[in-house]
């Protein structure tokens, strides 16, 4: 009998047969169409690292000393993108960035405070110590 609608793979576009719920008209295109979607995954998780790596390295040489206070515009300027960080948190007074190691956090209109997190304070299991850190 043939189907009322007619079904094609989604790869290759040939005309599908057996069961309804069939996208792929065989095993190879259903790999192409594995490989393509990790490699689409893979390729958005190596652009977010990037940015991330970027951005630490831009606090990495804005802060040598361990602590600063910068201006956003200089934070700009170096190439620094805000809509990525690693961990966020917020209290009654404050909101915190994590990059990796490094802590920022607003400090005043146009500025950022930075902090690089020794690395004791970042693997304490229960790291309650790591606001003293800021
Ligand atoms: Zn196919």
């Not at 991330?52 to 200089?74: A, C, D, F, H, Y």
Request: proline residues 2%.
């Amino acid at each position: 009998m043939e189907d009322h609608f007619k079904r094609f793979c989604s790869i290759c576009g040939t005309r599908i047969t057996g069961r309804v719920d069939k996208r792929f008209c065989g095993d190879g295109c259903r790999t192409v169409h594995h490989n393509r979607s990790n490699s689409e995954t893979n390729r958005h998780v190596r652009l977010v690292n990037g940015i991330l790596r970027r951005n630490r390295r831009i606090l990495e040489k804005l802060v040598p000393g361990g602590m600063r206070t910068v201006q956003s515009t200089l934070l700009f300027a170096a190439g620094f993108d805000f809509a990525y960080h690693t961990r966020y948190e917020q209290d009654a007074r404050q909101s915190r960035f994590y990059c990796y190691d490094f802590v920022y956090e607003p400090a005043g209109t146009g500025k950022w405070k930075i902090v690089k997190l020794d690395e004791a304070i970042l693997h304490e299991p229960n790291s309650e110590g790591r606001g003293a850190a800021v």
